[in-house]
């Protein structure tokens, strides 16, 4: 067994036959360099000598690490909706679903840890709680729900006040899409176009019209409505990862109160009836069965569960 060193490029190579494989390496760039696992592996920092601390801090940090990916794949995707190129838009929304459904399933992980096992060292962590996870919070401001007074919690860390700051007052992913909509020719209120974005997202007739239009066509802006139902995952799951949080908090601290504060569970319920993207739920109660040849809109505007002033804003 030995090493055979050469030099390629003016970086020394090695190679060595390792069963059976020609494995090479060199000093150019290793594994641990490009993705820092020294620092990664170092960054289990326990604050009790309890062995299920380290779980609990596992599971904190690979979620933290996952919306990171979320919160970037969320800014490519606005870049797309705002250069018009859709399909990579979709594609880009696509995987925020699968890494959204991912942490859900690891959920599961945590289910492990029994009441007993988070007892021995819940102590042991003041008022450290989600509740400050500033990254958390970036994204659910970048996909649509803005919150301007969640910033407070992070009043004495001026970096990350900033970044979050930065993020409540740009325009969020549901923005971008009801800007598209205005391109195409959708009637979307100048006052949801050009607002204080730092402000909560107030639903609109208007919108949900036209979110009911496209629905109701879809052959006539398939591309608006396949990016739609991409959108709609993103929420789907983003809700479904939030209640598996709530169950599995349920399942280790019943109705305790949270170490950051809150009522707990009956906090995380309430979460549970935030949206993102309010008009793209709402249009849905309004749908009603495609006649063939027909014009369906004009049965969700019979229907009961209907507005008044249904049916579909492009006249069709
Ligand atoms: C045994 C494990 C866990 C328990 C008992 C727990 C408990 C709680 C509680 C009670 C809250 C409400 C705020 C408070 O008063 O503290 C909360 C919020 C939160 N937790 Fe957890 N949690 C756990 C695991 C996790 C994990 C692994 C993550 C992943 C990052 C996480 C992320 C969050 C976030 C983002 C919030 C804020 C939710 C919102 O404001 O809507 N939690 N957690």
Redesign the pocket.
Known sequence: MSIKKTIVDGVETFEAEIDGETIQWDRGLSYARHLQTEALLNAQVPVSDKPDEML?II??QT??LWIKLCIHEADQAMEALRADKLGKAEKTLDRIATILRHMIHSWEV?AT?SPHD?LTFRGFLRKA???Q?HQ?RALEFCLGLKRADLVLVHNDDAEKRAELERVLHAPSLYDELLRLLARRGFEIPADTLERDFSQGYVPSDEVEDAWLAIYTSPGENWDLYTLAEKVTAVEYYFQEWRFK?MK??SR??GHK??????S?VN??VK?LDLPFFPELWAMRTRMSAPKEGGNYADDAAKDEGAKDEGGCPLGH
């Open positions: 609990f599971m904190h979620m933290e945590l840890l988070f709680s989600g509740f996870s958390y949080h599995t908090v280790v601290i109160t949270g170490t950051g504060g809150s707990g906090y995380l979460a």
